[in-house]
């Protein structure tokens, strides 16, 4: 399994980015994919999670409003829409993928991870 991120940028607070995550080599098209984001000596903060056998979505609370989860099953591809984004959201962001279709915010759940894409908000 192979988990690529991209769109991570350098923005003005209160803007917007679209975080993207290709998937590829799932065992099965029924298969879980959620953000993740860490910053320097913090430890990794779950986002939230799309499963790909009903499309499903789960956002933690932290996060809603601003953040949105979608995918393009077919494409195999999860999306993070950012908006009004502040200097805390500062970060790098992860895709990660479970082979279980599971709505999960823990960290051992997803076996496979990305390279991870770096936001920077600027004030």
């Known amino acids: 399994v192979r988990l690529v991120e991209s769109g991570g940028d350098s923005v003005q607070a209160g803007g917007s980015l679209r975080l993207s995550c290709a998937a590829s080599g799932f065992p099965s098209d029924d298969y879980a994919i959620a953000w993740f984001r860490q910053g320097p000596g913090t430890e990794r903060e779950a986002l939230s999670v799309?499963?790909?056998?009903?499309?499903?979505?789960v956002t933690s609370d932290s996060m809603k409003g601003r953040f949105t989860i979608s995918g393009d099953i077919a494409q195999n591809t999860v999306y993070l829409q950012m908006n009004n984004l502040r200097t805390e959201d500062t970060e790098v962001y992860y895709c990660a993928g479970s082979d279980e279709p599971l709505m999960s915010f823990k960290e051992y759940e997803y076996r496979y991870w990305g390279q991870g894409t770096r936001v920077t908000v600027d004030s």
């Open positions: 799309l499963v790909t056998d009903d499309g499903d979505t």
